[in-house]
C-alpha cells in the first residue's frame, strides 16, 4: 500500500472528485512520473503479491502499468541507492499501531516515523515540517507507560517520543 509515500506527491492537490488526465503531469511534470517509476520499482523489488498506488485516472494507471510490465529486477546501482534490504537501526517502531489511542491523543506511530524520516531517510527538514503539523505533540505525554505496555516490540517509547519531540520540535 501507498507505494508514493515516501516521496513528495502531494496527493492533497489531486482532485479525487473530477480527476482531470493531466493532473499527474501538471502537477508532478516529468520528474514526477520518474519519481513514481523508481518508488514503484521499488516495492516490485519486494516479495509482494500486489501493489497498490492509489492512482486516480487511466493515464496514471498506464504509466504504473508500463513499469510492472518492464520489471525484472533492481540494478545493483539502484540497490544502492536505494540502500535495498535494509533496515532502521534498533529500536524502530514497525507502526503496527497497536500502541494507540494514547489516552494524550498523541500520534505515537507518526511521532516515531517523522524520527525515522530524520534520521534513517535523511530528510530532518521534512521530518519537522511534518512533525509540526500533528495536532499534538510528544511534549504531551504524561508517561502514563499505557503504550508501553501495549508495544509488541518492548520499545522505549517514551523515552523515544521524547527524544523525538527534542530534535524535531521547532525552537521559538
Ligand atoms: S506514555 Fe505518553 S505517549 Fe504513551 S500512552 Fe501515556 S501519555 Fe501517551
Ligand atoms: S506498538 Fe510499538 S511498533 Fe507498533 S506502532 Fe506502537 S510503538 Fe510502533
Redesign the pocket.
Given at each position: 500500500m501507498k507505494p508514493f509515500g515516501g516521496i513528495d506527491l502531494n496527493y492533497t492537490e489531486r482532485d479525487s472528485r473530477a480527476p482531470n488526465p493531466k493532473a499527474f503531469d501538471k502537477i508532478f511534470g516529468e520528474q514526477g512520473v520518474e519519481k513514481a517509476r523508481r518508488a514503484l520499482r521499488f516495492v516490485l523489488a519486494h516479495d509482494v503479491a500486489t501493489a497498490v498506488p492509489g492512482l486516480r485516472s487511466p493515464r496514471e494507471v498506464g504509466h504504473a502499468v508500463a513499469v510492472a510490465e518492464r520489471f525484472h529486477e533492481l540494478t545493483e546501482r539502484e540497490k544502492e541507492q536505494y540502500r535495498f534490504g535494509q533496515m532502521p537501526p534498533e529500536p524502530f517502531c514497525r507502526e503496527c499501531g497497536l500502541c494507540v489511542p494514547?489516552?494524550?491523543g498523541?500520534n505515537?506511530p507518526a511521532v516515531l516515523r517523522f524520527e525515522k524520516y530524520a534520521n534513517f531517510y535523511g530528510l530532518p527538514e521534512y521530518a519537522k515540517e511534518q512533525y509540526q503539523r500533528l495536532n499534538t505533540k510528544a511534549d504531551g505525554?504524561?508517561?502514563?507507560?499505557?503504550?508501553?505496555k501495549k508495544c509488541p516490540y518492548h520499545l522505549d517509547?517514551?523515552s523515544m517520543?521524547e527524544g523525538t519531540h527534542k530534535a524535531l520540535a521547532l525552537r521559538v
Open positions: 494514547c489516552p494524550e498523541i505515537i505525554c504524561t508517561r502514563c507507560g499505557d503504550c508501553v517509547l517514551i517520543i
